[in-house]
């Protein structure tokens, strides 16, 4: 599996009796890390965003983390990067 599979994955997968191999690199968040927003998002969010941040791979693991730790429930990448606090 990739080094960065979700957590309940990997744990199932183990719980079935897998041996598993963590192995690449792929980013937790591909569909975040984009040059660019498209034009009709930016129309529909413009008036509605304040501001727009970026963030690092290891800042969303520890999201993730810290949710699954704090309230026991697993999010995606996604929704994970709007927890990360920002200075």
């Known amino acids: 599996m990739p080094k ?3 957590l309940i994955k990997l744990s ?3 719980k079935l009796g ?3 191999v963590l192995h690449g690199s792929p980013t937790l968040a591909d569909g975040l890390a ?3 927003v498209g034009a009709n998002a930016f129309e529909i969010a413009h008036e509605l ?3 727009a941040v970026t ?3 290891e800042q969303i693991a520890i999201a993730i983390l810290r949710l699954v730790e ?3 429930a697993l999010c995606s ?3 994970a990067a709007t927890l990360i606090q920002t200075s």
């Open 55 to 57: 963030v690092t791979e």
């Open 4 to 6: 960065y599979a979700p």
């Open 49 to 51: 965003v304040d501001l």
């Open 18 to 20: 897998a041996n598993v």
């Open 34 to 36: 984009i040059p660019q």
């Open 77 to 79: 990448c996604f929704a």
């Open 12 to 14: 199932n997968c183990q």
């Open 70 to 72: 704090s309230e026991n």
